[in-house]
T-cell receptor, first 114, second 116 residues
Framework: DTGVSQDPRHKITKRGQNVTFRCDPI?????LYWYRQTLGQGPEFLTY????????KSRLLSDRFSAERPKGSFSTLEIQRTEQGDSAMYLC????????????FGQGTRLTVV | AQKITQTQPGMFVQEKEAVTLDCTYD???????LFWYKQPSSGEMIFLIY??????QNATEGRYSLNFQKARKSANLVISASQLGDSAMYFC?????????????FGQGTRLTINP
């Protein structure tokens, strides 16, 4: 399978714990995006990378959130001191940087904070 | 202000009928891109169709077509000959930012149910 891969698919954690999600983009893509989707809503942009550089962060990305893409390949999204409001689907996507090409999404990581 | 508006929370259509999903958008940019994605229950967002703001022709991809009315700021998705597998959430999205960056703003979605 050469699509966007996310791990884990589901995560249940207790409030206050830290969690980390991983995204493996399509290998030829140099752009990688993170989105958050709460129940009944469309995805909301969180941040994106071009290669290893984080080019933009949404105001939704509080200080408890950090994303990395150290070698310009896979990316991790860490949430520290999780809160119940962090419960959502976290979607990763990747695309080329040239032209108006679409982003390809992974199947997401569903986080439940109890 | 909401930039993408999808006014139909749910749609029910008989199999083989055509269906139109509504989308209106708001932007002051001259250059922008409009996308439709399908999200089945598995959660993955599947790209369906793209329309650039300067494209003079409506985009088509197989059974999908985009009815782009620039003056009205609408970008409705038309699915011809619907199939049971078309049942899913459908999201309209607009690209913000510089060309190519897929920083997308999504609408709230329309849940489409195809009845046999």
């Amino acid at each position: 399978d050469t699509g966007v891969s996310q791990d884990p698919r589901h995560k249940i954690t207790k409030r206050g714990q830290n969690v980390t999600f991983r995204c493996d983009p399509i290998s030829e893509h140099n752009r990688l995006y993170w989105y958050r989707q709460t129940l009944g809503q469309g995805p909301e942009f969180l941040t994106y990378f071009q290669n290893e550089a984080q080019l933009e962060k949404s105001r939704l990305l509080s200080d408890r959130f950090s994303a990395e893409r150290p070698k310009g390949s896979f990316s991790t999204l860490e949430i520290q001191r999780t809160e119940q409001g962090d419960s959502a689907m976290y979607l990763c996507a990747s695309s080329f940087s040239i032209g108006n090409t679409e982003a390809f999404f992974g199947q997401g990581t569903r986080l439940t904070v109890v | 202000a909401q930039k993408i508006t999808q006014t139909q929370p749910g749609m029910f259509v008989q199999e083989k009928e055509a269906v139109t999903l509504d989308c209106t958008y708001d932007t002051s940019d001259q250059s922008y891109g409009l996308f439709w994605y399908k999200q089945p229950s598995s959660g993955e967002m599947i790209f369906l169709i793209y329309q650039g703001s300067y494209d003079e022709q409506n985009a088509t991809e197989g059974r999908y077509s985009l009815n782009f009315q620039k003056a009205r700021k609408s970008a409705n998705l038309v699915i011809s000959a619907s199939q049971l597998g078309d049942s899913a959430m459908y999201f309209c999205a607009m690209r913000e930012g510089h060309q190519g960056a897929q920083k997308l703003v999504f609408g709230q979605g329309t849940r489409l149910t195809i009845n046999p």
